[in-house]
């Protein structure tokens, strides 16, 4: 660390520290973007074009086929588009875990030396749960901070721009329910955040306050104080029972408020997609409803 100082931001220290590999991740997440659109029109096209009586040869992409030959070619292009989707996305988390652990040596060493100059703010028996525990809980953050929010919202508008195309009223379905989750579900999971470190702040008081009995045993029991110290720990135990619990009631509010908004665009799509249906094929309004209707709002990021 520079002169022993952290930045003073979570995002400052990941940039500061990685800003490269960030950007490769980045340009990494970008690529997948083309091969995403192209397994949405290719199962669409399936439906639509090689399934519906019309007649063939047609030509698809500038290729004449019969129809037989052309559910054989798309049907191994859209499987050639997953393997490659699939493969771009295990290279992508494989550079993201790397990139994560890094980080986080380097803040575990940060955090050893700063204590080992005689940092006041990190005591003794602090130290081993924020360097082992804490840290390591941050591996996922480190990996994620840029290209994962790239990911989902490029992910959210490549598949808008692809239901904006077929229809614009089945693509404003898609978004419908996603100003909702932008306004409550970031402030219920800052809630959520602050009753975490709140438990995390209550943790390290703990393991300090473990540490100083382990040190001075031999003083409790000779003095008689061991009733008083086990009943200072249980009512810490209580503390932390209670605000670990209120983390649980919170957080799993947050995920049920989530998935329902999540399944309010099914909904707006099997409407929106019957109501339009005298403007649709039966074919396309198929294709359409067939997909993952709530992708575009299980992407939203809720933390």
């Known amino acids: 660390m520079d002169n022993g100082k952290f930045p003073p931001n979570i995002y400052k220290f990941v940039w500061k520290h990685s800003k490269f590999e960030q950007i490769k991740l980045l340009a990494f997440t970008l690529l997948s973007f083309p091969f995403l659109y192209l397994s949405l029109k290719i199962p669409k096209k399936i439906i639509n074009d090689v399934l519906s009586p019309d007649e063939f040869p047609q030509s698809f992409f500038g290729v004449e086929l019969e129809q037989y030959n052309a559910l054989i070619a798309l049907s191994f292009a859209f499987l050639i588009l997953v393997i490659i989707s699939g493969i771009i996305k295990m290279r992508l988390n494989v550079r993201k875990s790397i990139v994560a652990e890094k980080l986080v040596r380097r803040m575990r060493y940060g955090i050893i030396e700063k204590t080992l100059k005689g940092d006041p703010k990190i005591s003794q028996g602090e130290l081993i749960p924020i360097v082992t525990a804490e840290t390591n809980k941050l591996a996922g953050f480190f990996g994620d901070a840029i290209s994962t929010p790239a990911f989902q919202g490029g992910t959210m508008l490549t598949i808008l721009t692809f239901l904006m195309i077929q229809n614009v009223w089945l693509g404003l379905a898609s978004i419908a329910a ?32 473990i540490s100083d009995s382990m040190n001075g045993l031999s003083t409790i029991r000779s003095s008689g104080a061991m009733a008083y110290t086990l009943s200072n720990y249980s009512d810490w135990l209580n503390v932390l029972y209670t605000n670990r619990l209120k983390v649980h009631i919170k957080k799993n509010f947050v995920k049920f408020l989530n998935n329902f908004i999540n399944q309010v665009t099914p ?4 409407l929106i997609g019957g109501i339009q249906r005298p403007d649709l094929s039966v074919e396309r309004s198929a294709g ?3 997909r993952d209707c709530g992708k575009c709002t299980k992407i939203f990021p809720n933390h």
Do not use: D
């Open 178 to 209: 996603i100003p909702i989750q932008a306004y409550i579900i970031p402030k219920l999971q800052k809630q959520v955040n602050l009753l975490h470190r709140k438990t995390v702040a209550e943790n390290r008081k703990l393991s300090n306050r």
């Open 288 to 290: 359409l409803l067939s």
């Open 267 to 270: 909904f707006l799509f099997f």
